[in-house]
């Protein structure tokens, strides 16, 4: 399975005028990547996330999911910076509200999301309310509701950007260590380059608004995914080449 984005733009109207968030912006994501894209504040990634789930039309251009040269529909889950749990449902029931909307039974469900609560490390919160829940045990609660109803591609829009160093770093863990258990596709905005770089197979810079793919980086092997080789030469060295890009974007709206 592939995703395809061919020739994609989209505006706004604004009172101001009409605002161009992206611009013939295409792209190719293969099946099982975990691909990273970050770039300037306001370049248009987190529209690119809705459109890709659906949530926004773009103006111009196609998203297709394709296998076997054929296109067809495909589930995706967007997991954004706010949590968007729901704090009158306890945490099981949270996690398992997707399941339900799809029919699957109670018991059935509930199973399956307290499956995914243990695998991060919440299987003795079930009962509590998001009231209850520090900011990273929510994040976990809207990751393992994600993951439940396994989609074909899991959208994250800064899913971690709110959250303390520490709390951060355990949370990137657990996603490394889903990832590696589903082998889900997986796009994730950040602004963070240290995180791309740590989560990622591939790495898309974009450009400034209107914005587009400018340039894509791959991950070495051997230090992808390794916590203990942040400060790895390679690390470094890709770490400065997409901060110059970045800045030079920047620079270019002074």
């Known amino acids: 399975m592939s995703l395809v984005i061919s020739n994609l733009s989209k505006s706004f ?35 690119l996330l809705k459109i890709i789930a659906g949530i926004l039309p773009p103006c111009e251009g196609a998203v297709e999911f394709n296998r076997l040269g054929s296109a067809f529909e495909i589930k995706t889950d967007l997991v954004f910076q706010e949590h968007g749990l729901f704090p009158w449902l306890d945490v099981v029931t949270n996690v398992a509200l997707g399941l339900e909307m799809n029919g699957v039974k109670k018991a059935a469900r509930t199973t399956k999301a307290l499956t995914f609560l243990n695998k991060v490390g919440l ?11 520090s900011g990273g045990m929510k994040q976990r609660v809207a990751l393992a509701r994600a ?4 989609p074909g591609i899991l959208l994250m829009d800064e899913p971690f950007g709110a959250l303390d160093a520490q709390t951060r770093m355990l949370l990137q863990e657990e996603l490394i260590g889903i990832w590696r258990d589903f082998r889900k596709t997986v796009i994730f905005v950040t602004h963070d380059i240290d995180e791309a770089i740590l989560l990622s197979d591939r790495i898309l810079v974009m450009s400034r608004r209107p914005g587009k793919i400018i340039q894509e980086f791959f991950v070495p092997d051997h230090v992808r995914r390794n916590f203990e080789d942040r400060f790895h030469p390679a690390v470094v060295q890709l770490k400065k080449e997409i901060w110059d890009l970045i800045r030079d974007e920047v620079h270019k709206e002074i």
């Open 13 to 47: 109207k604004t009172r101001g005028g009409e605002v161009r968030a992206l611009d013939d912006l295409n792209l190719v994501i293969e099946d099982n990547q975990f691909v990273s894209i970050v770039g300037p504040s306001g370049c248009g990634k987190s529209t």
């Open 123 to 133: 299987r003795d919160f079930t009962s509590a309310y998001p009231h209850q829940l």
């Open 147 to 150: 993951i439940v109803s396994d």
